[in-house]
């Protein structure tokens, strides 16, 4: 069992100050989860880690089990998620390297499973989804981020497309009208899952480009991953300091 569980995405597939107690590959309803679930304890708080894109990284966004992830960090009674997801930075703020707690969501995905809610309903259930993410849970994530003077955004609206490519410059200046603060291709149909199940879910973004269009030339993997490591950095930190007091 665990009391929170950490979502890693693309280059956080391990929590470095997690002491491992075991793994466990859960079986749910809806299939596999991307990974085995890693169990441990971090100054005696009882944390499970699970790798979105599997344990080699070799499992895209539009190709998640999203519902299995979720529905198995239900089942070893994770009462709250905090999600690690690379994005790209549409506001000006949004400079690469850095951290961003999302307020809102914005879904540009399609075919995607993205409810529990579809058959054998005893009667047609909606969630309310004003606010995506759990207030509480991302209030303490920015106070302990700002304790420990790491570079943050502490709001903005998350674009999540289909991916796997990356946009064209005319989706992100569609996506900047409607109010896009960054662009990640995991936000959704992760967040309304947790919310369908009741869990309290928030997420901590590391910018790892300037979105399409937004900086002079193209987008390269190798500018990605340089980026990606400074701010995958600062998420441990920030997790480090922030799951004892959460
Ligand atoms: N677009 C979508 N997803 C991403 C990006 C991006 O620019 N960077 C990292 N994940």
Redesign the pocket.
């Known amino acids: 069992m665990a009391d929170i569980a950490i979502i890693g995405g693309?280059g956080f597939s391990s929590l470095k100050m997690l002491e491992i107690t075991h793994r466990e590959m859960v079986s749910t309803p809806y299939g596999l989860p991307s990974a085995p679930i890693v169990f441990g304890d971090i100054c005696g708080k009882k944390v499970a880690f699970l790798a979105r894109h599997g344990g080699g990284h070799t499992i895209p966004?539009h190709k998640v089990n999203y519902c299995a992830n979720i529905w198995a960090l239900k089942s070893i009674g994770a009462e709250k998620i905090i999600a690690i997801?690379?994005?790209?930075?549409i506001r000006g703020d949004m400079s690469p390297g850095k951290l961003a707690f999302p307020d809102q969501i914005i879904d540009y995905t399609s075919s995607r499973v993205a409810t529990f809610f579809e058959d054998k309903l005893s009667q047609v259930t909606h969630i309310d989804f004003t606010y995506p993410y759990s207030r509480s849970l991302r209030s303490s994530l920015i106070k302990v981020a700002n304790e420990n003077n790491l570079d943050i955004c502490e709001d903005g609206a998350y674009g999540t497309?289909q991916?796997p490519r990356?946009?064209t410059a005319a989706e992100?200046t569609r996506m900047e009208r409607d109010g896009c603060a960054m662009?990640?291709?995991t936000g959704m149909p992760e967040a309304a899952l947790a919310r369908e199940l009741e869990v309290d879910y928030a997420c901590c973004a590391v910018?790892?480009?300037?979105?399409?269009g937004k900086s002079k030339g193209v987008?390269t993997m190798d500018d990605?991953e340089l980026n990606?490591k400074g701010g995958m950095d600062k998420a441990h930190t920030l997790l480090e300091n922030a799951l004892p007091v959460i």
């Open positions: 693309t966004p997801a690379a994005v790209g930075g497309t991916g990356l946009e992100i662009v990640g291709m910018i790892a480009n300037w979105a399409a987008i990605i990606l």
